[in-house]
């Protein structure tokens, strides 16, 4: 059974930065794509970037130019770089990584944007 842990969430200012990390206790060469979601209160669960196991990657219209998603084959993690974060960007942020038949889910990690 494949673990993914997330870090790097906290509380900062609008226009800050944060970066978060998704480390699976496995490679994560296992997953044919991987991704960040998130939650905010009241609403339902949305995509935010996806990457592929070759590098592609793909993002929600909302967070283009802000956000970058990425991979460490050999640190089997996957990073989220967050720039320019708006109050709308508050929510819990969820690691995912999707084989042929199943996906795995992590805890999530709270973003809190907020002055």
């Known amino acids: 059974q494949v673990q993914l842990v997330e870090s790097g969430g906290g509380l900062v200012r609008p226009g800050g930065s944060l970066r978060l990390s998704c480390t699976a206790s496995?490679?994560?060469?296992?997953?044919?794509?991987m991704g960040w979601y998130r939650q905010a209160p009241g609403t339902q669960r949305e995509l935010v970037a996806t990457?592929?196991?070759?590098?592609?990657?793909n993002y929600a219209d909302s967070v283009k130019d802000r956000f970058t998603i990425s991979r460490d084959n050999v640190k089997n993690t996957v990073y989220l770089q967050m720039n320019s974060l708006e109050p709308e960007d508050t929510a819990v942020y969820y690691c995912?990584?999707?084989?042929?038949?199943?996906?795995?889910w992590g805890q999530g990690t709270q973003v809190t944007v907020s002055s």
């Open positions: 496995g490679s994560i060469f296992r997953f044919n794509n």
């Open positions: 995912n990584g999707r084989e042929q038949f199943k996906t795995y």
């Open positions: 990457i592929t196991r070759v590098g592609s990657t």
